[in-house]
């Protein structure tokens, strides 16, 4: 019999890299949709959408919830979530719902129908206090943004959850992730979109950005994807941080991936007034808009990834440029 395993979320970045490993491996791959109408256009990028059952599903519908949670999977990966920080400023109550409740009530369901079932609660490196040095587990808490506050929350739920009821519960604190298959709400596929298209048109105005100055620790997905899998599969349940450890800034992102595209760029100013330009041939390629500016955007927060390195035998495998040369490959091949 092959394993069951089921992906909230299945149809978002990381969830369709998860899938694709989990189809590889031979488990019975189930996931969860809002509607079975959108085309899973991901899932069709990696030609599994065959091998997988989709579920239709109102997350925040408890009901509809525990049903599916009945089909006693081996294994439930919950990244279905409002993954946004910018989108979560805007509509703080939907991401409570999406990212607290729904959580809560894929663990009350586990707990009701199916306590045997290991279960991946995806958390994110923005319920941690930025501090001098790479973050592990048991670096201070802290939310500065409704997205933080919920993550947290959903954390705390569900080591609750492990510790009151014997579960087999694990929380990935998850740094940045990106690759070819982010959506450009998000700063890398905006960067990498909007310059793929300004080597494509000479003629085409510049783009904006908020603070390039922000920093992340970038890893690609499909190293995350694997340490998710292999974080089910431990002993014991414990939570574990994934990350790269190397800190980079938004503006050292732009540069790497200008680069690669043939620019040479060049920046001028200061703050709000920092613009930045081809040296080769003058042209403005990215402006500051303070509308992407966030309230509080926490700076230097680098992970320490030693416990799944330690304990899951996980390294990443994609390197920072690697990771860039992907991205631009498949952003160019959608827009020549
Ligand atoms: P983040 O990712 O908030 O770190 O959350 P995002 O790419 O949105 O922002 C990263 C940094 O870039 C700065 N920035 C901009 N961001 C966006 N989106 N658009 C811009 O134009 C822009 N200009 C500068 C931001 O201020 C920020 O500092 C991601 C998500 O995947 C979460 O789900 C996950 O939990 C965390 O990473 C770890």
Redesign the pocket.
Known sequence: MPQKALITGITGQTGSFLAKQLVEHGYEVHGTTRSLGNLPWRLQHFGITDDIHLHKLNATNFSEITEIAAHKFDYIFHLA?E????SSLKQPTKTVMANVVQTTAWLEAIKNVSPECRFFNA????VLKASEGPLDENAPRSAKNP?AVT?LASMNMAQVFRESFDLYIVNGL????ESELRDD????A?IIRNLCLLSKDPKLAPF?????L???DFSHAEDFARGIVASLHHEIPQDYVFASGVLCS?KDFFDTAARQLGFEPQWVGEGLEMTCRDGATGRALVGI?PE???PI?ELGKAGNATRAHTCLNWTPTVSFEDMIGRMIAYQRSRIE
């Open positions: 979530a993954s946004s920080v910018a958390v994110s490196s923005e997205y993550k998850l740094f940045n992730h709400r998000f700063v890398t905006k904006e950005l908020g603070n390039v922000a920093e992340r938004v808009n992407y500016y966030r955007d």
